[in-house]
């Protein structure tokens, strides 16, 4: 799967949001947020949105299912510094059988400081490709 979507900078455009408090340790010697740090948040958003739309991470681990990052964009539009309370938005963007793509907009102040893609595929217990889940398909055929 090749990352082809270009997220919206419209905070509108996502049905879910998450908002983090940006820690000492995520910073760097600038005193800015490091690069390698906005991964971990785009993830806790993705957990927290599969609980709130009930089915909880833990759901798909119990039913031997894992979703692999196969690639991830990250473009950063304005710095975020210690103690910094961001809100990451997110959507369900796309899905085919096996993979489905999520779009993210990290915002500050309700100003875009960074948006993201990031393309799963679903896996079995085994890490072998399966099909994703009926109801992940059905909500991005309808987003």
Known sequence: MRIDL????????YPFSHRIRVRFAETDAMGIVHHSRYL???????????????????????NGLD????????????PLRFDDEIDVHLALARATRTTFLMA???????????????????VNAEGRPTRLAPWLVEMATNS
């Open 6 to 13: 270009e997220p919206s900078t419209d905070a509108e455009s």
């Open 40 to 62: 971990p948040y785009l993830e806790e958003a993705r957990v927290a949105y599969l609980r709130h739309i009930g089915h909880p991470y833990s759901e798909w681990r119990e």
């Open 67 to 78: 979703s692999a990052v196969l690639e991830a964009y990250v473009r950063y539009l304005r």
């Open 104 to 122: 993210y907009l990290v915002t500050l102040d309700g100003v875009a400081a960074a948006t993201a893609v990031t393309a799963h595929g679903m």
